[in-house]
């Protein structure tokens, strides 16, 4: 019997100490840290803001960590305020991030875990789309630093714009290609983008198509252009009018937003002239001046300029008023050519005429034309007489005068002489008319 007891006393010492020993040798196995980014909020995060990242640090090993370490290693579009601190799941305080951005979370038991929430920003110009995000992790001291990324999307900004409208002035009745410009200026993709336009009145159309037009996407600072073909009613007053445009978008998860811009459209702008040459007589011409647009011009001024051909021997420049679309009026020049008779033999030298005016936007314009001029007087002589024929060709016809009235001036000095000669020899004028009288 005391055999037997001794037996067992001693097998249960053996198992106790085995136990003992088991128990210490799971307690001394391997810890084993993990690291999940748990959420984020808002979401998606937004750039300018500051975004709360939470993350779960958890010991899956065997064994105890005993002095786990983070460590938050942010880059663009993240950072860290000054003085930032972390929050401890179930903890009052909230510990420092330290000048190496570690944060020492201490001892982690095996099979344990903990919540840390790092509160970063996020830069004003952060792309729209998935950002990523590191953080490391030790066990203790004597482990390496273990490097675990996480994605973090964010939600891009709104920037949408009408940045331009080209061109920004049409005339009266004529179609004109106008070209919008939408810039992209915020940091989020736009998708199903629907562009349209319209004008209160009816007064400015689309022409060929209607008006509105669909574009797919506009990325970040991208612009793109939307052409349309545009004509204002004939009879519209010139002045600014008033394009409303309607834009809407999705953007980010499939959120529809919509913007209203107003534009300005100018109607009227430059006119459109035509010079002829309409009469002409010795050393002066008379030019025809047609307003052959749709915009009145005011203020008008003709003026022949310096150049090589011709030379203005009075006034070179001659105001005639306010020209309306249809009408014409004359104007006139003393000239004379530069050129000699054996350079306008055949050629056809060409007048130079600028016209001055007012447009309907209260802007002094400048048109030059050039009028087919085939001869005119040469720059007279030590007499004061011309040397050539004056020959032109206007939109009337072609016509002809004399330049120097030679024929008239001939005339004139053969019929002098003629008396002259007469009264001198009139005594025998008159033997000879009574001898021919005696002979019949």
């Known amino acids: 019997m005391m055999q037997h007891a001794k037996g067992l006393a001693f097998a249960s010492l053996l198992i106790l100490l085995l136990g003992s020993a088991m128990a210490h040798a799971y307690n001394s196995g391997a810890a084993s840290i993990k690291v999940s980014l748990l959420s984020y909020s808002p979401y998606p995060a937004e750039p300018g803001k500051h975004a709360t990242l939470t993350f779960k640090v958890e010991n899956d090993g065997s064994g ?28 009052a305080t909230s510990i420092p991030v330290g000048d190496d951005m570690i944060v020492s979370l201490g001892k982690l038991p095996s099979a344990e875990y903990t919540l840390i929430e ?36 964010v939600q891009g ?95 980010g998860y499939n959120t529809t937003k919509s913007l209203n811009v107003n534009v300005g459209m100018f109607v009227g702008g430059a006119g459109d002239f035509e ?16 307003n052959v647009g749709s915009n009145p011009a005011t203020s008008v001024t003709v003026r022949i300029p310096d150049q090589d051909d011709f030379a203005v021997t009075g006034s070179s420049s001659s105001f005639i008023g306010n020209l309306n679309p249809g009408d014409f009026t004359l104007a006139s020049f003393q000239l004379a050519s530069r050129l000699r008779n054996n350079q306008t033999q055949g050629g056809r030298p060409l007048l130079k005429v600028e016209i001055i005016y007012t447009d309907t936007s209260g802007s002094r314009q400048t048109v030059e034309k050039q009028v087919d001029i085939r001869s005119l007087p ?22 002809q005068r004399s330049g120097s009235g030679y024929n008239l001036v001939a005339i004139g000095v053969v019929g002098i002489v003629l008396i002259a000669v007469l009264f001198r020899y009139r005594s025998k004028v008159k033997g000879l008319i009574a001898r021919f009288r005696k002979q019949r």
């Open 64 to 91: 105890d960590a005993t002095d786990v370490r983070l460590k938050l290693s942010p880059e663009y579009p993240f950072s860290l305020d000054a003085n930032a601190t972390v929050k401890v799941k179930n903890s």
């Open 118 to 153: 790092y509160n970063v920003r996020v830069a004003d110009g952060a792309l729209e789309g998935s950002q990523e995000v590191q953080v490391w992790h030790q066990p203790s001291m004597s482990d390496v630093w273990i490097a675990d990324r996480f994605d973090v999307s």
């Open 157 to 251: 900004l709104e920037g949408l714009e009408v940045s331009d409208v080209i061109p920004s002035t049409i005339a009266p009745g004529k179609p004109t290609g106008v070209i919008f410009i939408l810039k992209n200026s915020g940091t989020a993709y736009l998708r199903n983008v629907a562009f349209t336009w319209a004008e209160k009145d009816n007064k400015i159309l689309p022409l060929g198509s209607g008006n509105k037009k669909y574009i797919e996407s506009i990325g970040p600072a991208e612009s793109v252009q939307i052409p349309f073909t545009l004509v204002a009613d004939p009879g519209v007053s010139s002045g600014a009018y008033t394009l409303s445009t309607d834009i809407s978008y999705v953007i």
């Open 275 to 290: 010079v002829g040459l309409q009469d002409a007589q010795a050393g002066s011409v008379s030019l025809s001046i047609a």
């Open 378 to 399: 040469a720059a007279t002589n030590q007499n004061g007489q011309g040397a050539q024929d004056f020959q032109g060709q206007g939109r009337n016809g072609q016509f």
